[in-house]
């Protein structure tokens, strides 16, 4: 079992930065490759950057490539998502996954085993 716990959101004006954290209870932090997703209102909960155990590989979506970075400290068992250039179109509740396969960055939400409750970003324009 492993618990999910983010912080970090909150208020920002369009273009500029703020950086989420999800702490991850447990031993076997480095055995999960980690993912944030959103969800905005009315949307369907998309992608927005996975990372595999081993810091090895990182995927993006598309719409956050080049503005956003995931990384990991498995010795703090904590994954971050480093949001930069934000629009208003980033507004959203960001949630925290993890995968039990930490060979690969999995973009599907079915296959996620567990999840965070979600900070919410708000970008003001």
């Known amino acids: 079992q492993v618990q999910l716990v983010e912080s970090g959101g909150g208020l920002v004006q369009a273009g500029g930065s703020l950086r989420l954290s999800c702490a991850a209870s447990g031993r076997t932090f480095s055995s999960y490759a980690m993912a944030w997703f959103r969800q905005a209102p009315g949307k369907e909960r998309e992608f927005v950057a996975g990372i595999t155990g081993n810091c090895g590989g990182t995927k993006y979506g598309d719409s956050v490539r080049g503005r956003f970075t995931i990384s990991r400290d498995n010795a703090k068992n904590t994954v971050y998502l480093q949001m930069n250039s934000l629009k208003p179109e980033d507004t959203a509740v960001y949630y925290c996954?993890?995968?039990?396969?930490?060979?690969?960055?999995?973009?599907?939400?079915?296959?996620?085993?567990?999840w965070g409750k979600g900070t919410l970003v708000t970008v003001s324009s």
């Open positions: 996954a993890a995968d039990g396969t930490p060979w690969r960055v999995i973009v599907d939400t079915r296959a996620m085993d567990y």
